[in-house]
């Protein structure tokens, strides 16, 4: 995921919003209520205790919070990043499903007539450059039947 940084966070107590940045480029607001502020903000910018992977955002009252640079991404429903989720979410089924039917590596890769490197590719958790159409088919290798489900974003 490439929007893991912020590079500038302001606020707006009118609007009630923070105005991100990530070093990426992606700007975009987040309302304070989507993150359950209702206090005034009276400072908050990029964390750099963590390198800037968070941000830190002080209210009226002193407390002082912090916002982890998914949060947002999640809150906006980012497609890159909703995208990037469905994939982590999938492929780690597909290794649970790898474990209880107890089959090889090595026989998957046969199955699929792939290398077993790019089997070990396509089952990394953290690799997003994979095609959906692989996944689907190592669940039905495994004998799962895979199904989409569409609901409606909070």
């Not at 993150?35 to 407390?63: C, M, Q, T, W």
């Not at 690799?127 to 569409?150: G, M, P, Q, V």
Request: glycine share 6%; charged share 30%; net charge positive.
């Amino acid at each position: 995921m490439k929007h893991k940084k912020f590079k500038r966070v302001e606020f707006d107590n009118k609007k009630r919003v923070f105005h991100l940045e990530y070093t990426s480029g992606l700007k975009f607001d987040c309302p304070y209520f989507s993150l359950g502020i209702r206090d005034k903000v009276i400072d908050a910018g990029p964390d750099p205790e963590v390198g800037g992977h968070s941000f830190y955002f002080i209210l009226g009252n002193g407390k002082k919070d912090y916002v982890p640079f998914d949060q947002p991404l999640h809150i906006a429903q980012n497609p890159e990043y909703v995208k990037e989720q469905t994939l982590y979410r999938m492929t780690k089924r597909i290794n649970e499903f790898i474990e209880r039917e107890g089959i090889s590596k090595r026989e998957l890769a046969r199955r699929l007539n792939t290398s077993t490197s790019q089997l070990s590719r396509l089952l990394d958790t953290a690799n997003y450059k994979k095609e959906l159409s692989r996944l689907i088919e190592i669940a039905t290798i495994l004998d799962y039947e895979f199904t989409w489900e569409f609901k409606k974003a909070v």
